[in-house]
């Protein structure tokens, strides 16, 4: 991958490619951000550049032999390390699996890669032999490239089986770099964060990916800056909006939510039937629409809650107004748990989840928090 394909960050890209050009480059790294902001990108854009035979001002080549086998991940100098399931499986047996995965899109959530590997509601890891093979790559010697590079998608996932690669990390042979990539900075070990040079990504501008969007996918620039504001920030929440925006999420998300709240009395045949005929028509609209149903709630919400609290929004005067009428109804902290429950049924929809009976469940959910 090269640097010209990581949307936006052009701060970080400069910072990256100056230490490379300085030979000062920080032998073990964090990329820390939100999905969407291109930290996996990033790391392969730049274990491309440091090894590349013929670097470019901004740039790897692109072409020469390193390049090539840097884009299909097989060069012999560069290792991914990432969850994988079960206690004994290593990132090296999934190799294929990845190389597909990211030959489709290098922006992707989580969920969507343990699906890739094990459809089933099952949890990802960074096993004991995962560190392990970590250390056996390290103690031997450079193939052809400059650098030997070790990206660790995920590293969160480390857990107290990380603790191994202490050593490796706070002194790596010459010529080594590590990159460790997560989401949450209290979710690293702290024997681990101690010995990284922390590199924050900050979320994406609403001007940069609408430009992304109009480059790479022929949007219309204002409606670009449309599902901008509702990705807030993140890229591959843009790309999920694509071709959604004429849908009237608005009118969908005050019907949920009426026909859950209006209800405050013990739930009646007629409100479960309501609410049953809603997940119906919600569970047959398709998995894209559902995901930028709610990616559109997550973000009513949360400007909502802005507006309510005097702060700006980006919600239209009609949807301001039902949003601060909706809070002082349920109250702004419920309303948080609300978001909360509907991030968990994304992660569902996302982990190919029965959607209608996964919309009903979360709606139940919502329910019993309205009346507590």
């Keep these: 991958m090269q640097f010209k394909q990581v949307i936006a960050q052009n701060e970080l890209k400069k910072q990256l490619i100056q230490s490379a050009k300085n030979d000062k480059v920080s032998q073990a790294m964090l990329f820390l951000g939100a999905e969407g902001t291109g930290k996996l990108s990033m790391a392969l854009a730049f274990a491309q550049y440091v090894n590349c035979e013929?670097?470019?001002?901004?740039?790897?080549?692109?072409?020469?032999?390193?390049?090539?086998?840097?884009?299909?991940?097989?060069?012999?100098?560069?290792?991914?390390?990432?969850?994988?399931?079960?206690?004994?499986?290593?990132?090296?047996?999934?190799?294929?699996?990845?190389?597909?995965?990211?030959?489709?899109?290098?922006?992707?959530?989580?969920?969507?890669?343990?699906?890739?590997?094990?459809?089933?509601?099952?949890?990802?890891?960074?096993?004991?032999?995962?560190?392990?093979?970590?250390?056996?790559?390290?103690?031997?010697?450079?193939?052809?490239?400059?650098y030997k590079v070790q990206v660790i998608w995920g590293a969160e996932m480390l857990r107290k089986e990380g603790n191994r690669l202490l050593k490796l990390i706070e002194e790596p042979p010459a010529n080594t770099i590590f990159i460790l990539i997560s989401q949450s900075q209290e979710a690293i070990l702290p024997t681990i964060l101690s010995r990284t040079q922390l590199i924050k990504f900050p979320k994406l501008k609403l001007e940069d990916i609408a430009q992304a969007l109009e480059e790479q996918q022929q949007i219309p620039k204002e409606e670009g800056l449309k599902i901008a504001q509702i990705a807030d920030g993140s890229w591959i929440d843009a790309k999920e909006l694509l071709g959604q925006t004429?849908?009237?999420?608005?009118?969908?998300?005050?019907?949920?939510?009426?026909?859950?709240?209006?209800?405050?009395?013990?739930?009646?045949?007629k409100f479960a039937q309501g609410l049953v005929n809603w997940s119906d028509k919600m569970g047959a609209s398709g998995r894209q629409n559902q995901k930028a149903f709610l990616q559109y709630a997550l973000f009513f919400i949360r400007e909502g809650i802005a507006a309510k609290h005097n702060l700006p929004s980006k919600l239209q005067d009609q949807e301001n107004s039902v949003a601060i009428k909706m809070i002082d109804a349920i109250t702004w902290r419920k309303m948080l748990d609300i978001s909360q429950i509907i991030n968990n049924l994304h992660y569902q929809i996302v982990r190919n989840a029965n959607a209608k009976i996964a919309f009903l469940g979360t709606s139940m959910k919502i329910k019993a928090l309205h009346r507590k």
């Excluded at 089933?120 to 193939?143: D, P, Y």
């Excluded at 009237?248 to 045949?269: D, G």
Aim: hydrophobic share 30%; aromatic share 12%; glycine share 4%.
């Design 246 to 269: 004429q849908n009237n999420y608005f009118e969908e998300f005050r019907e949920w939510l009426l026909l859950i709240i209006q209800h405050n009395a013990s739930p009646s045949i």
């Design 54 to 146: 013929n670097p470019q001002e901004d740039d790897s080549c692109g072409t020469c032999s390193s390049c090539v086998k840097a884009h299909k991940m097989a060069h012999p100098d560069i290792f991914y390390t990432y969850p994988t399931i079960g206690a004994k499986t290593i990132s090296r047996d999934k190799i294929k699996d990845w190389r597909i995965f990211l030959a489709k899109e290098a922006y992707f959530k989580y969920p969507e890669w343990i699906a890739q590997l094990d459809n089933e509601n099952k949890q990802g890891n960074i096993t004991a032999e995962e560190c392990n093979q970590v250390i056996r790559q390290h103690s031997l010697r450079h193939f052809e490239g400059k």
